[in-house]
């Protein structure tokens, strides 16, 4: 499980790159037509052919890093405090992706370190691509830890709850609220969902309600990852954010 006090848990909330696809460039707005089309040939019952490319967009764009942003990233480390276990929780969220991806890279270049793993809930297959891809988007350079090319599997620093579930099963996709309900983990009443994200960040420039939301799922991910290894949780009174 590594040491469990250099890990740093992770998760990140993501919206399209502008409210309506006709905000987009022109070129991006026909690249993401070919897209949509692509969506609705791969799965015409979610993606129905009576389903605009600007729906489509909407409720999708901010899942692809080409035609997304992030506008959160949360962290969150498990310290001691007078013999006991608390989760801390720090968050980057920024109306400029620049400069939240900058304030991040920043922390993780001056406190990460070869014996830290980050972990997260499916987080080699979208979490660490997405936030790579969109520095190289925004024109800022990869932290050490993110410079994965050219490494064996065994040599990332990456722990996956997701997959260390699957044990080898590459089936099905097992949700991060599913495991939190099967471990009996509580959770505080979800807000929103991640459905939602675009439209509170949009409709209702409600930044620091998606950052609550982003916050709880990195303190879920900690405590499963503590299940996953046979340890118990930590009580809520002892999460703490900053």
């Known amino acids: 499980m590594g040491n469990l006090y250099k890990i740093w848990f992770i998760d990140i909330e993501t919206v399209p790159q502008t409210e309506n696809l ?11 037509k070919l897209k949509a089309d692509s969506l609705r040939n791969k799965n015409p019952e979610r993606f129905p052919l009576e389903m605009s490319d600007d729906e489509i ?30 989760i801390r929780t720090k968050s980057f ?5 620049k400069i939240l991806l900058n304030d991040f890279i920043n922390l993780v270049n001056k406190h990460f370190t070869v014996k830290s793993n980050f972990c997260g809930h499916n987080i080699k297959e979208f979490d ?3 936030i790579s891809r969109r520095l190289i988007i925004n024109g800022l ?11 064996k599997p065994w040599e990332l620093n990456f722990i996956d709850t997701m997959d260390y579930w699957k044990f080898g099963d590459y089936k099905s996709f097992t949700s991060l609220k599913l495991l939190t309900t099967i471990f009996n983990i509580p959770t ?10 675009a439209e509170v960040f949009y409709k209702e420039d409600n930044l620091e309600r998606i ?10 991910t900690a405590q499963v990852w503590l299940r996953l290894n046979g340890l118990p949780i930590i009580p809520q009174e002892n999460i703490e954010s900053k």
């Not at 987009?24 to 690249?31: T, Y």
């Not at 506008?71 to 969150?76: A, K, L, N």
């Not at 350079?141 to 490494?151: A, D, R, T």
């Not at 982003?214 to 879920?220: F, R, W």
């Open 22 to 32: 006709s905000d987009l460039s022109e070129e991006l707005q026909n690249l993401w």
């Open 141 to 151: 350079s990869l932290p050490k830890s993110l410079q994965i090319h050219g490494k």
């Open 128 to 130: 660490i691509p997405y």
């Open 188 to 197: 505080s009443k979800d807000d929103i969902d991640g459905s939602q994200v």
């Open 211 to 220: 950052v609550v939301y982003c916050q709880k799922d990195v303190v879920a």
């Open 93 to 97: 969220a920024n109306k400029d992706e």
């Open 57 to 86: 967009y909407a409720k999708n764009g901010g899942i692809y890093a080409e035609f997304g942003k992030i506008i959160c990233i949360s962290v969150g480390f498990i310290h001691q405090k007078e013999e006991k276990d608390f």
